[in-house]
């Protein structure tokens, strides 16, 4: 029997991040051309995380909307009862056909639409660590997007983060530098040795913890 929705999704997550860890990590080097070769596939990376995660969370709703359950058994009670894929499909994204996985809020305002109460206990841990994901985004609008908000947001995250914004900094080098415990809010164990491999961890823990999984 194949593993249900959930189960299958948060197997891909696994592989996604520690896919995409790898390729951050192919260059080494010093030389200008190196750094930045290694800038372009770090932030790559870090597009591939944050999209996987959202991939997770849009893979998991259709799922438990469909009565899916995990292989341990949990799946909150949907409020509808889609007749195939695609009305689940339509369901799980809203009128706009277009949903907003990276959105923490929206995520809960959407679960709690399709789930009830049921829906507010799967997306707790979301608020829990909303503020770190909430961070996470910013990083990937400004990797994603080329426009004064995303600009404004990512120094403003920058600023947070050390005080100031420094000459040149740009989002592989705030992924890349050193773990400071300040570049999280809500996290207070990361085990990455950088902020990449701190967000990677966070999403693989959150997607078992929303599961009901074990570590």
Partial sequence: MPPSRPDAALNRLDGQVGSALGIANLVKGRSARAVQVRNVLVESSALRIFGSWEGFLEQ???????????????????RYHPENLQSAIDLVSGPR???????????????????GDDGLTLTRPLVDIKADLIRFRKLRNRIAHVSV?????????????YGSVGLGTAPAELLTATFDRR??????NPRGS??????SDMVKALARIMLRKGP
């Fill in 60 to 78: 998991c709703f259709l799922g438990f909307v469909m009565g899916e359950k995990t292989s341990e058994g949990y799946g909150p009670p949907s």
């Fill in 97 to 115: 056909g277009y949903f907003e996985w990276g959105n923490p809020d929206l995520v809960t305002e959407r679960s709690r639409h399709l789930f």
């Fill in 149 to 161: 908000k995303s600009d404004q947001d990512f120094e403003a995250l920058v600023r947070e983060i």
């Fill in 194 to 199: 950088s902020l990449l491999e701190a967000y």
């Fill in 183 to 188: 570049m999280m809010v809500s996290v207070t």
